[in-house]
């Protein structure tokens, strides 16, 4: 029998807890248990049965922590230990000559945390999953439980693993603290977007907490999800007592509460640490037999990032349009240095304009489109908790992004044409997603609003044989230039008025291509965006910058009664507001040196406008810059200033260097030289670094910074790929990365140009510095300042 | 001398003991603000045996040995030891690095209160303990916490350290190939515990050995 012929019929029960029971039998903290499969098979084995006596269905394997790492000098592999594993669960089943259990695999997190937070790289984790999933569907599983995840990152890693290693059935749930929150900030809706993104078979809740403080979130859960629901609560919140680990809900008040939860639409239950065959026995009692809600699609349109959801049901959601070449130099030219933190600063600066959704883009001729989107989806998710828009033509540059993208992202876009369609669909099956359609197909772009609705439908047909809904296409009804055409922009709001009335899909549109050609653009593109929220449009893609589309916007909101107590309306006016009152009691008798010297950001921005209005932008640099920067270095190093104010001068200098580049146009922002730098090899900590960074570049060099664990290998290419770098900074910070410096620095001097390079971080000293063969020992920020000048004779 | 936080921020921001300006205190005082107000430290204990046999070896009672001169002076006299992980979360790692690329000095200023604040927390965690654990903590007097790195209880303890407080299923802490806590902002010690009344705080500043550090706490 097939699991999936019963799952979200009847109730099922999985056993409860592995570990509790091993340790009754014996096992000592800290010892493998995982092991015990191998070295104690009738232990295992009668912990099985003693399950299986007390009406479980399902048979957890002991296999939570079956990876090679974890069992490096037991003597066992992942793939030894799984096999067991399952070897044990189906002789219990045998033994106590059952025919109507099932066998999950179990799969538990790594125990170590993925990048950008921590170094486990993400191929890395599906390989190790993979390993031990092939090896236990291969000796016999039926379906594969990964569970306690608290990172959703790893979590699709895990699911990755079991789609493409095997075909069995996949149950994922996932571990939250008391405040419903896993541990790297997703929670119950960010984790159900993902997971049914990712076609899981049913998902839910374990560990963690007890089944009282399970209940509200079990509620949440089962309130948004569309499939089976499984939870699997502790029994109670663990206590210590003694040397031991305790906990207090016994059988009877466990199955109080599961039967309230099994009430609520849960329609797997089971129980996680503490839980003992008496538990499980009590709960399959009392619950056996009572037929389970039915599993009903919530018919949500929702994408995610690790730990937002943005859901198209209400209200219309922006999409910023900024991260997309096309037409921007310095982002072009960004992209092409790999300087991705001005991608970041361009997320970032939407995000704080309000966007919901981030597009993004890196259709650029003469790059690895591929490899720059992913690197684009990557920072962008290290600093940024919006979803994103992956956008590209090029289905394997979208495969790429849409594989590492931690969430259930946008995509954009799929069109009428088979060949597209061929493309996109198996991709957002396999990996999930909301996906913009296109109404184009190969007679090109139709010229009335029933062509596009045809080729909706067609879209939307063809979607289901792959098995996607139809919640999951969001139709682009294809804004065409008004200027090139009158009817153009009224057919695209007819268009929007049938796909609503028509098919009740999900409509999009980039609104700005309206305007093109004309001056004001943006008058244009306001009205437009109203008439479109009027006509149906559930996403906008805007650039969040231009203050009239988002007034437009929050304006429509209000009119078409999407704003409760026009709260979001306010809030609008009370951002754009508040910076102004901030600027209009600037600069009364400040000048730029005192504003930059003070460290005061927004003033200096403004004040460096003024003097330009008077001088001409070297003069400003010279006059009012340079000498505001040396004398807060001055007092910084004489210790008469600290690094906070030395740093709130950069700020502020920044923001009026920013200006006078601007003022000088394509001539701004010549640098002294470039310098490469970079936090060491197996080294996450980086503020030190960012510092530097911030400094060098305020002294008008060129940074490029190769980020935290950085291998010498990468530190020699960047030194290698730019020639006119002459200076390399590394830090460390702790005693066990020190030797990667080293190792950084012999690499270099043996197969790079030769360059200086300066060594800092918290575990240095000058001594230890240049006795790794560095020329300089930075002590501090400034220091570093110091020795790029002088290397670069400024 | 009273505790002041502030002070404790601005010395990590290399204050030396000088009082802070109005800004920067300013910026101290709204991100500790932010932090009282949306911060979710966590953390987990575990309590073992411990056995000091010979010198510079700790024996826990679910049969590992430390070799480390340093924790073996910390611990003697304990009978047990109270294994403590801590971390402040993946959130801040993410809103650090976001300031490293918008506001360099609010990143800098952050990175000392989330150091301060996680330090608060562990001791208001290690004052509670008597509470929290009357069956494991009665008739014992608690040493301070003593953590990898500091002396020759190296780094790479942090590994068993984790693993012996189910730092990773409990509170989610984890620790990178090079034995770095991530979260970053994190944190694992053993306390030991002991009959006798011991003051013994060689994990602090004052009796730290290097002492010409920059971050060093001023006394009088």
């Given at each position: 029998m097939n699991i999936l012929d019963v799952l979200g019929k009847e109730i099922l029960f999985f056993d409860g807890a592995m570990g509790t029971m091993l340790h009754q039998h014996g096992i000592k903290p800290g010892e493998n248990p995982d092991v015990w499969s191998v070295t104690h098979p009738k232990t295992v084995r009668d912990i099985h049965k003693a399950y299986l006596t007390s009406g479980a269905d399902i048979l957890t394997t002991n296999t939570f922590g079956c990876t090679d790492k974890k069992l490096e000098g037991t003597g066992y592999t992942a793939k030894e230990v799984a096999i067991a594993a399952v070897q044990r669960a189906k002789e219990a089943i045998q033994e106590e000559k059952k025919t109507d259990c099932f066998i999950a695999l179990d799969i538990g997190p790594t125990g170590k945390l993925l990048e950008p937070l921590g170094d486990l790289g993400f191929e890395e984790a599906v390989a190790t999953f993979s390993q031990t999933i092939q090896a236990g569907a291969k000796a016999g599983a039926d379906l594969v439980l990964i569970e306690t995840m608290s990172d959703?990152?790893?979590?699709?890693?895990?699911?990755?693993?079991?789609?493409?290693?095997?075909?069995?059935?996949?149950?994922?749930?996932?571990?939250?603290?008391?405040?419903?929150?896993?541990?790297?900030?997703?929670?119950?809706?960010?984790?159900?977007?993902?997971?049914?993104?990712?076609?899981?078979?049913?998902?839910?809740?374990?560990?963690?907490?007890?089944?009282?403080?399970?209940?509200?979130?079990?509620?949440?859960?089962?309130?948004?999800?569309?499939?089976?629901?499984?939870?699997?609560?502790?029994?109670?919140?663990?206590?210590?007592?003694?040397?031991?680990?305790?906990?207090?809900?016994?059988?009877?008040?466990?199955?109080?509460?599961?039967?309230?939860?099994?009430?609520?639409?849960?329609?797997?239950?089971?129980?996680?640490?503490?839980?003992?065959?008496?538990?499980?026995?009590?709960?399959?009692?009392?619950?056996?037999?009572?037929?389970?809600?039915?599993?009903?699609?919530?018919?949500?349109?929702?994408?995610?990032?690790?730990?937002?959801?943005?859901?198209?049901?209400?209200?219309?959601?922006?999409?910023?349009?900024?991260?997309?070449?096309?037409?921007?130099?310095?982002?072009?030219?960004?992209?092409?240095?790999?300087?991705?933190?001005?991608?970041?600063?361009?997320?970032?600066?939407?995000?704080?304009?309000?966007?919901?959704?981030?597009?993004?883009?890196?259709?650029?001729?003469?790059?690895?489109?591929?490899?720059?989107?992913?690197?684009?989806?990557?920072?962008?998710?290290?600093?940024?908790?919006?979803?994103?828009?992956?956008?590209?033509?090029?289905?394997?540059?979208?495969?790429?992004?849409?594989?590492?993208?931690?969430?259930?992202?946008?995509?954009?876009?799929?069109?009428?044409?088979?060949?597209?369609?061929?493309?996109?669909?198996?991709?957002?099956?396999?990996?999930?997603?909301?996906?913009?359609?296109?109404?184009?197909?190969?007679?090109?772009?139709?010229?009335?609003?029933?062509?596009?609705?045809?080729?909706?439908?067609?879209?939307?047909?063809?979607?289901?044989?792959?098995?996607?809904?139809?919640?999951?296409?969001?139709?682009?009804?294809?804004?065409?230039?008004?200027?090139?055409?009158?009817?153009?922009?009224?057919?695209?709001?007819?268009?929007?008025?049938?796909?609503?009335?028509?098919?009740?899909?999900?409509t999009i549109l980039g609104v700005s291509n309206v305007s093109f050609g004309l001056p004001e653009r943006e008058s244009i593109n306001a009205g437009f965006l109203t008439m479109a929220m009027v006509a149906g449009l559930d996403g906008a893609i805007i650039n969040p910058h231009a203050n009239s589309m988002m007034d437009a916007y929050y304006s429509a909101q209000v009119i078409l009664g999407k704003d409760p107590q026009c709260g979001e309306y306010i809030r609008h006016k009370e951002r754009i507001v508040a910076p102004k009152k901030a600027e209009e009691k600037t600069a009364e008798n400040l000048t730029l040196l005192e504003a930059v010297k003070k460290g005061l950001k927004q003033q200096a921005g403004m004040l460096a406008l003024q003097e330009l209005t008077q001088y001409a932008p070297l003069e400003v640099i010279e006059n009012s810059l340079i000498p505001a920067l040396n004398d807060v270095g001055n007092a910084f190093e004489k210790g008469t200033l600290f690094l906070p104010q030395l740093l709130m001068s950069a700020e502020a200098a920044k923001a009026a260097f920013d200006e006078v580049k601007k003022a000088m146009g394509e001539s701004g922002g010549q640098s002294h030289g470039t310098v490469v730098i970079a936090t060491v090899e197996g080294d996450v900590h980086d503020i030190g670094k960012n510092i530097v960074k911030a400094l060098l570049e305020n002294y008008q060099f060129r940074v490029i910074d190769l980020g935290k664990d950085v291998k010498p290998e990468r530190v020699l290419e960047a030194v290698k790929t730019h020639d006119d770098v002459k200076l390399v900074g590394l830090s460390a910070l702790m005693t066990t990365t020190v030797d990667n410096m080293k190792k950084t620095i012999t690499l270099l001097r043996k197969e790079g140009p030769p360059v200086k390079v300066m060594a800092g971080g918290a575990v240095l000293t000058e001594e230890y510095a240049l006795s790794i063969g560095a020329d300089w020992y930075a002590k501090d920020a400034m220091a570093s300042i110091h020795y790029a000048q002088s290397v670069y004779q400024v | 001398m009273t505790y002041d936080r502030y002070g404790e921020a601005l010395r990590l921001l290399g204050y030396r003991g000088r009082p802070g300006d109005e800004k920067t205190l300013q910026l101290i005082k709204e991100i500790f603000d932010e932090l009282d107000r949306t911060g979710s430290p966590v953390y987990t204990a575990a309590f073992y045996g411990l056995q000091l046999c010979h010198s510079g070896e700790v024996l826990f009672s679910n049969g590992w040995t430390v070799y480390s001169n340093a924790l073996y002076e910390h611990l003697k006299t304990c009978e047990k030891g109270v294994v403590f992980a801590a971390t402040l979360g993946a959130d801040i790692d993410r809103q650090l690095k976001r300031l490293s690329l918008t506001d360099i000095a609010m990143a800098a200023v952050l990175q000392a209160c989330a150091a301060v604040y996680l330090e608060e927390f562990c001791d208001r965690v290690q004052a509670a303990l008597h509470e929290e654990y009357p069956l494991e903590m009665s008739g014992y007097f608690m040493t301070d916490r003593f953590s990898p790195g500091y002396g020759d209880f190296t780094l790479s303890h942090q590994k068993m350290l984790l693993e012996a407080a189910a730092a990773c299923k409990q509170i989610g802490l984890t620790c990178t190939e090079r034995y770095m806590l991530t979260p970053t902002k994190s944190i694992t010690a053993v306390i030991g515990l002991s009959k006798t009344n011991i003051c013994r705080q060689a994990n602090s500043c004052e009796h730290c050995n290097s002492k010409t550090c920059c971050y060093r706490r001023e006394t009088e």
């Open positions: 959703s990152h790893e979590l699709k890693a895990a699911v990755l693993a079991a789609k493409e290693t095997c075909n069995l059935p996949v149950f994922a749930t996932v571990v939250l603290d008391k405040n419903g929150k896993l541990l790297t900030g997703g929670d119950v809706y960010s984790v159900v977007a993902m997971l049914e993104g990712l076609h899981v078979d049913a998902l839910g809740l374990n560990c963690s907490l007890g089944p009282k403080e399970m209940l509200p979130w079990a509620k949440e859960l089962i309130k948004v999800a569309s499939l089976p629901v499984v939870i699997t609560p502790n029994a109670g919140l663990p206590r210590k007592q003694g040397e031991e680990t305790v906990f207090d809900v016994g059988p009877e008040l466990f199955t109080q509460y599961m039967e309230q939860i099994a009430h609520e639409g849960a329609h797997v239950l089971g129980g996680c640490c503490g839980t003992t065959p008496a538990h499980i026995k009590a709960m399959t009692r009392r619950l056996k037999g009572i037929t389970p809600k039915p599993v009903i699609d919530k018919n949500r349109t929702v994408v995610s990032s690790f730990s937002k959801t943005v859901s198209f049901e209400g209200k219309t959601v922006l999409i910023g349009e900024r991260i997309n070449p096309t037409g921007k130099p310095k982002l072009k030219q960004a992209l092409k240095d790999q300087d991705y933190d001005y991608v970041m600063r361009e997320g970032i600066g939407q995000q704080d304009k309000g966007a919901h959704v981030l597009d993004v883009n890196a259709g650029l001729p003469g790059i690895d489109e591929s490899e720059t989107l992913f690197m684009m989806v990557k920072q962008l998710q290290s600093v940024i908790d919006l979803p994103l828009q992956l956008d590209s033509a090029d289905g394997k540059a979208l495969e790429k992004a849409m594989r590492h993208y931690n969430g259930k992202p946008m995509v954009n876009s799929v069109n009428g044409k088979q060949e597209s369609m061929d493309t996109v669909f198996p991709l957002v099956k396999k990996y999930g997603g909301l996906v913009v359609a296109l109404t184009l197909d190969e007679e090109g772009i139709p010229e009335t609003a029933a062509g596009r609705l045809h080729i909706a439908k067609k879209i939307i047909d063809c979607a289901q044989t792959y098995g996607i809904q139809k919640k999951d296409i969001i139709v682009d009804a294809l804004t065409m230039t008004v200027s090139a055409g009158q009817e153009n922009a009224k057919i695209t709001l007819e268009t929007l008025r049938l796909l609503k009335k028509e098919l009740d899909v999900n | -």
